[in-house]
């Protein structure tokens, strides 16, 4: 055993506090039973989890990028809603096997993407398990939130970014394909998906909205039967959208078709919206009816699921 309990309570405390410390509306952050936070408006609140082997693997990532993906996956989910991220808990089981470095390195990674959505982690748990699991709980606040039910015929359809680099640089590590200057962005978004605050928050006037965990066919299918409408996304459209021609590059040379790591990979938890001006990529339009419709798509690509 390369650590203790107490010894890994107190390097995580010491990198959490400081934030607890300075943010007036903790009241009581971490070191007691429970956390005393302020609250205003709606509270928002979503956990998610990421298990070793599942979600990451620690040949692949640093402990940093662990921490911030599971960190960006909660965060996506609370602007996914309309909200603003505010508090973080997270419950950790390691083997015993770790370096205190990485657990350190994984409490960093979660504080510095924390801090940049000006949210702060306020406690959380610690345990021994045979893998590496963290699970995150996010709390946030809003006035209005947005759900997946309200997407109106007529809206027209966005993503704030292309979706696709995270499944591509996932399958460059799993065929472990030589690294080549192209796969920086892939292998980048799917060690520590970017998450920019600023952009997140003007999809507020979005009408239904919800983040891309799991492939953009799964959200639009889950928005088009919450809002009992129909989704037309137009590939002519994604082509013309910002990374195309890059995520086309990489697929040729990964071996992979572009509209599978666009439609059926996840994991990039950019948004996905519907309304009337807003900004990222248009990719399409609701119209009456049922289902998601792909214009040109000659077969249904794949997306990932747990159970199969
Ligand atoms: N174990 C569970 N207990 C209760 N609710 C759950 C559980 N797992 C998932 N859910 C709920 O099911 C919905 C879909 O979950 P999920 O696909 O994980 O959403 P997301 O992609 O936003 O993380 C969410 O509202 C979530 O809170
Ligand atoms: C080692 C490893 N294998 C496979 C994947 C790919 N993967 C794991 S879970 C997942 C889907 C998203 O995860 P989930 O737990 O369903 O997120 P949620 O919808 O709850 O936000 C994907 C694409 C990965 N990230 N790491
Ligand atoms: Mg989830």
């Known amino acids: 055993m390369n650590f203790n309990e107490e010894q890994v309570i ?42 070793e082997g599942i979600h990451f693997r620690c040949e692949w990532s640093s402990a940093y990028e662990i921490g911030c993906k599971i960190t960006v996956a909660n965060l ?19 083997t015993g096997n770790e370096e205190l470095s990485w657990i ?9 993407t924390a801090a940049k959505s000006d949210s702060v982690v306020v406690g959380g748990d610690l345990s021994r398990a045979q893998q590496i699991m963290i699970s995150m709980t996010a709390v946030g606040t809003s006035r209005l939130h947005i759900t997946r039910s309200g997407a109106q015929v007529g809206d027209s359809i966005y ?12 399958e460059i590590l799993s065929k472990n394909l030589p690294h080549s200057p192209a796969f920086v962005r892939a292998l980048s978004q799917f060690k520590s998906p970017e998450l920019d605050p600023a952009l997140m928050r003007t999809f507020k006037s979005a009408h239904a909205l919800c983040d891309v965990s799991d492939s953009l066919l799964i959200q ?12 037309e996304i137009d590939t002519k459209k994604i082509e013309k959208g910002d990374g195309f021609t890059d995520l086309a590059a990489v697929a040729q ?20 919206a519907t309304g009337v001006n807003l900004p990222g990529i248009c990719i399409g339009r609701v119209i009456e009816g049922s289902g998601v419709k792909v214009l040109e798509m000659k ?10």
């Open 159 to 170: 993503v704030s970014a292309l979706p696709g680099f995270s499944r591509a640089g996932f």
């Open 10 to 51: 107190s390097e995580i405390s010491s990198i959490f506090s400081h934030s607890n410390k300075s943010n007036p509306e903790v009241i009581v952050g971490i070191g007691d039973d429970a956390a005393v936070v302020t609250t205003d408006h709606h509270s928002v609140i979503t956990t998610d989890m990421a298990i």
């Open 253 to 272: 040379s990964i071996g992979c078709d572009v509209w599978d790591l666009i439609l059926a990979g996840g994991e990039d938890h950019v948004l996905l």
């Open 76 to 94: 996506a989910d609370i602007y996914a809603m309309g909200a603003d991220p505010r508090y973080l808990v997270v419950a950790l089981t390691l």
């Open 299 to 308: 077969k249904a690509p794949d997306s990932w699921r747990h159970f199969n």
């Open 104 to 112: 350190k390195e994984l409490a960093q990674g979660i504080a510095d």
């Open 220 to 231: 639009a299918e889950q928005i088009s039967k919450a809002s009992s409408v129909a989704f």
